[in-house]
């Protein structure tokens, strides 16, 4: 019904920015709750930076001060600010979003969970 398609990664010198997007396939009524994640090589999957159902917002203590999320739900994407960027941050970013497609599914606490395919991030220079 609805995909994730990231976008904005790249190859990227120590110190450089770097802003990802994450864009719904279709028009979507709301992001219900949003995520960003990791995975570098040899390392398990992390949460890097989210926004609860309820607001609240969540960095993971290595990105923290660098890294701001962000979601827009008129334009159906969110967004990955990446400031300071260093080579231990290259890894696989994927979004993940938890998306009422109508006011409907709002008013029922319905939501669809979704994940991006994910694109590459390499910091080095």
């Known amino acids: 019904q609805v995909q994730l398609v990231e976008s904005g990664g790249g190859l990227v010198q120590p110190g450089g920015s770097l802003r990802l997007s994450c864009a719904a396939s279709?028009?979507?009524?709301?992001?219900?709750?949003i995520g960003w994640y990791r995975q570098a090589p040899g390392k398990q999957r992390e949460l890097v930076a989210a926004i609860s159902s309820r607001g609240t917002t969540y960095y993971a203590d290595s990105v923290k001060g660098r890294f701001t999320i962000s979601r827009d739900n008129a334009k159906s994407t969110m967004y990955l600010q990446m400031n300071s960027l260093k080579p231990e941050d290259t890894a696989v970013y994927s979004c993940?979003?938890?998306?009422?497609?109508?006011?409907?599914?709002?008013?029922?606490?319905?939501?669809?969970?979704?994940w991006g395919q994910g694109t590459l991030v390499t910091v080095s220079s």
């Open positions: 993940n979003a938890k998306i009422h497609l109508t006011m409907a599914d709002v008013v029922n606490s319905r939501y669809l969970e979704v």
């Open positions: 279709r028009s979507i009524f709301s992001f219900n709750a």
